[in-house]
């Protein structure tokens, strides 16, 4: 039999997204070299780093770490700050809405920045590539095995041990699966478009999202003239968006936003998202962490999925960077344990608040619309709720 090769970093990231490459970063820029780090990811062509473009919104909290990590000057130059934010609800897209007009800061700073996601990851790739002793491999992994003081993964010919093992894997993830690690899940039956569009007037840096009964639709600027559409259908209506040629798909988009952004002049990179709802029930195992959407997959409605897994490689990294300093067991049972700690309050309320949104805005239940518009108007006329809603979307924790 084959003898395989063993290869001991200290810490092995299964999966090569946005928060892996924050988690392995933000270690190495604080630790330098002392952690012999290993990126496992079974994709080689990243699709993100392609000629598709998706609009990524982030909050204060990211904007924060990406300061403490010396690379927001990097970013900054290609964000659009989003300066005030539109929230209405209307029975049917023709009919009277209601509004909810959102200042978009906290304490006189931006509260959250649109990003072309492609930006974001060339420059932490960049960043990462720096450090010689992150090590990024191309694998599936076959295995795990839990040991007292190592975990082993066996990945096609080879055996990878360290000391702790994160899985960033997304929410499909295999480490999850193979560790038998469960969530909770539901499917949101929603489909995602998500497309780029050109138009006549200046977006004036507004963010404005819609919620139809048929599921929230939503439009970011991402320059002057070019703002990024997230459109939420129920699943056996999307074919209908799906099979209209451009010039009806404008339309309908026009229907929601001429009167902001004039007429469309041009839709482009169209592409589509299945939503569903994970949460880990553990943010850990022995020796293992969870976190980003293997941890949590949440309604892209307030655009925080990204942000709360950052929130996540925050906490995660803090107490690996404490136990190297005092010389610890970087995968010990407490550090993981104080981690899922710090970690869930903030993952289970913005999931649910996402997903409690979600169920009362895109139905058809006639009863509901007083209730929605009423939730909205109360919203409107009480500012201590619009300014925490905004601390809220910030990612920054809401004191009372
Ligand atoms: C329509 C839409 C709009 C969104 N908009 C926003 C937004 O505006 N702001 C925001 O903050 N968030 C947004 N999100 C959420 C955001 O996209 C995700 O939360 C984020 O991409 C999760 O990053 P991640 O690194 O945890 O996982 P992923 O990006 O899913 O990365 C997982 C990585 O693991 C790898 N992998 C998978 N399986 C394996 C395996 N078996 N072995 C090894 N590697 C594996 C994959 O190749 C991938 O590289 C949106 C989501 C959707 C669907």
Same mark, same amino acid.
């Given at each position: 039999?084959?003898?395989?090769n063993?290869v001991?970093?200290d810490?092995i990231?299964v999966?090569?997204g946005?928060t892996s490459?924050?988690?392995a970063?933000?270690?190495s820029k604080i630790?330098g070299?002392?952690l012999?780090? *290993? ?5 080689k062509?990243d699709?993100? *780093? ?10 204060? !909290?990211?904007?924060? =770490?990406c300061? @403490? $990590?010396?690379?927001w000057?990097l970013i900054?130059?290609?964000?659009h700050p989003?300066?005030?934010?539109i929230?209405?609800h209307?029975?049917?897209n023709?009919?009277k809405?209601?509004?909810?007009? =959102?200042d ?7 509260a ?13 790739? %960049? %960043?990462?590539a720096?450090f ?6 191309h *694998? ?5 095995? =839990? ?5 082993s993964?066996?990945a096609?010919?080879q055996i990878? *041990?360290?000391?702790?093992v994160?899985?960033?894997d ?8 193979l ?12 489909? #995602? ?11 004036d840096?507004i963010?404005?999202e ?11 600027? $991402? ?5 990024s559409v997230?459109?939420?259908v ?6 209908e968006?799906k099979?209209?040629c451009?010039?009806d798909l404008?339309?309908?988009i026009?229907?929601?936003f001429k @009167?902001?952004?004039g007429?469309?002049t041009?839709i482009?990179?169209?592409s589509f998202?299945?939503?569903n709802?994970?949460i880990a029930?553990k =943010?850990?195992?022995?020796?293992? #962490?969870? $976190?980003?959407d293997?941890a ?8 925080q999925?990204?942000?709360? /897994?950052?929130?996540d490689?925050?906490s995660?990294?803090? /107490?690996i ?8 067991d970087?995968?010990?049972?407490n550090?993981?344990?104080?981690y899922?700690?710090?970690?869930m309050p903030?993952?289970?309320? !913005?999931?649910l608040?996402?997903? /409690?949104i ?5 139905n ?5 619309n007083?209730i929605k ?7 409107? !006329?009480?500012?201590?709720?619009k300014?925490?809603l905004?601390?809220?979307g ?5 004191? !009372?």
């Amino acid at each position: 039999m084959k003898q395989l090769n063993t290869v001991y970093s200290d810490i092995i990231i299964v999966g090569n997204g946005i928060t892996s490459q924050f988690l392995a970063l933000r270690l190495s820029k604080i630790l330098g070299n002392r952690l012999a780090i *290993t990126i496992i990811d079974k994709e080689k062509n990243d699709s993100r *780093t392609s000629e598709y473009v998706r609009s990524l919104s982030v909050s204060l !909290s990211t904007v924060n =770490l990406c300061k @403490s $990590m010396g690379i927001w000057e990097l970013i900054e130059p290609h964000t659009h700050p989003i300066r005030k934010i539109i929230i209405s609800h209307s029975v049917s897209n023709e009919e009277k809405r209601s509004f909810l007009n =959102l200042d978009n800061r906290v304490n006189d700073e931006v509260a959250s920045y649109i990003i072309d996601e492609r930006v974001l990851r060339k420059v932490i790739s %960049e %960043e990462t590539a720096k450090f010689n002793n992150i090590n990024l491999i191309h *694998t599936n992994i076959n295995d795990i095995n =839990l040991g007292d003081d190592l975990i082993s993964i066996k990945a096609q010919d080879q055996i990878l *041990t360290s000391k702790l093992v994160v899985a960033g894997d997304g929410r499909k993830s295999i480490v999850k699966k193979l560790l038998k690690i469960k969530s909770i899940s539901w499917d949101y039956n929603q489909t #995602a478009l998500s497309c780029l569009i050109k138009h006549k007037a200046n977006n004036d840096n507004i963010a404005i999202e819609n919620f139809l009964h048929t599921g929230p639709i939503a439009l970011l600027p $991402m320059g002057k003239r070019i703002s990024s559409v997230i459109w939420s259908v129920q699943r056996d209506k999307i074919h209908e968006i799906k099979n209209i040629c451009d010039s009806d798909l404008k339309l309908s988009i026009e229907k929601q936003f001429k @009167s902001y952004i004039g007429e469309i002049t041009a839709i482009d990179n169209s592409s589509f998202f299945e939503l569903n709802f994970s949460i880990a029930q553990k =943010l850990y195992v022995k020796r293992c #962490a969870v $976190m980003g959407d293997a941890a949590h997959s949440i309604h892209p409605l307030a655009g925080q999925g990204t942000n709360l /897994g950052l929130r996540d490689i925050i906490s995660l990294s803090d /107490g690996i960077i404490e136990a190297v300093k005092y010389g610890l067991d970087i995968g010990s049972i407490n550090n993981l344990q104080e981690y899922q700690r710090l970690r869930m309050p903030d993952i289970l309320t !913005s999931a649910l608040a996402y997903d /409690g949104i979600n169920r009362l805005y895109s139905n058809s239940i006639v009863g509901l619309n007083p209730i929605k518009d009423l939730a909205i108007s109360l919203a409107e !006329s009480i500012p201590i709720i619009k300014k925490n809603l905004v601390k809220g979307g910030s990612g920054l924790a809401i004191k !009372s």
